[in-house]
């Protein structure tokens, strides 16, 4: 972080931490040296003593040591904890959601002066692929970007490549790009981030390195751009797999009935209902794919 400050004063953190504070301080409470102390070193240095921020509202009342460590890497660092502070309240609610519990533990930090440049915060709702909630966070930046649509400069029937991932090559494209791991990195080595056609330059080259190395392992797909009506023939029918039979379809939307409930209202009882559907559901998924 002090690296990067010393280029950047926009420093944001975000991520699972393993973090539960609270409603604890993350900044150091009154924090103001005395008048007399102030004469002797102001000449030295220039104090600046933190700001009282606004409670968080976290509904998480838990603690723990990786917590302490946050709240003291936040004093320290000049970060502060934005979930539950956020003016819109969408970021007021649980990240993790176990077999123990919930919990807050996947936070955004910045420093106050970026807390303005935060413009959504928002937990969003449990989903089953994670015991995490995502969380979508939408910044105010000082630039504009354009986006190029690739087939934009296609005409009608004209053909673009696609890449489509085998994993039958994963292994063969892991050492190549641990092999060209040189080249991947010299791309940005030289990178100019004072000018956005630097950054572009910088971004064009690393992808354009990075295909070079991973494009003989995937399955180039031709699409055509035509003006013809989707019909029936060009859907894509999903088939089941052959252990995903009707109980376990039944435990599945069990499950994410649960799933739902508990998203609507997060209390004691929807938690364990949703645990129980969650278990039976996959204890019956792994029997089935055996």
């Known amino acids: 972080m002090i690296h990067y400050s010393a280029e950047c004063p926009n420093i944001f953190v975000i991520g699972d931490l393993n973090a539960r504070t609270a409603n604890m301080n993350d900044y150091v409470q009154n924090d103001k040296l005395h008048d007399s102390i102030l004469d002797r070193v ?7 003593a933190d700001e009282a921020l606004s409670c968080r509202n976290n509904p998480d009342a838990g603690t723990n040591d990786y917590g302490t460590k946050l709240l003291n890497l936040c004093k320290s660092s000049g970060l502060r904890i934005i979930n539950g502070r956020h003016p819109d309240g969408l970021s007021n609610d649980f990240t993790y959601s176990g077999p123990r519990g919930m919990s807050v533990i996947d936070y ?9 440049k935060v ?15 995502p969380i979508h966070v939408q910044f105010k930046t000082d630039f504009t970007m354009q986006c190029n649509d690739i087939n934009s400069n296609l005409m009608d029937g004209e053909e673009s490549q696609f890449f489509k991932w085998n994993k039958e090559f994963r292994d063969l ?6 092999v060209n791991a040189d080249d991947l990195s010299s791309t940005i080595a030289n990178m100019d981030i004072a000018s956005q056609d630097g950054m572009d330059l910088c971004i ?22 035509a003006k013809l009506k989707r019909n029936s023939q060009n859907q894509r029918v999903n088939t089941d797999k052959p252990w995903f039979d009707q109980k376990c379809k039944e435990l599945y939307a069990n499950y994410c009935k649960k799933l739902h409930t508990f998203n609507g209202k997060k209390t004691f009882n929807s938690h364990i209902d949703l645990n129980s559907a969650k278990k039976a559901y996959k204890k019956y998924e792994m029997q089935a794919q055996t």
């Open 173 to 178: 494209c892991y050492n190549a790009l641990l």
């Open 108 to 116: 955004l930090l910045a420093k106050p002066i970026n807390i303005e």
């Open 204 to 225: 064009n080259n690393f992808t354009q390195c990075l295909t070079n190395v991973t494009a003989p392992f995937f399955k180039q797909m031709p699409k055509v751009k």
């Open 119 to 133: 413009l959504k915060f928002i937990t969003s709702n449990f989903t089953t692929y994670s015991d995490h909630a």
């Open 42 to 48: 102001g000449d030295l240095f220039t104090y600046v």
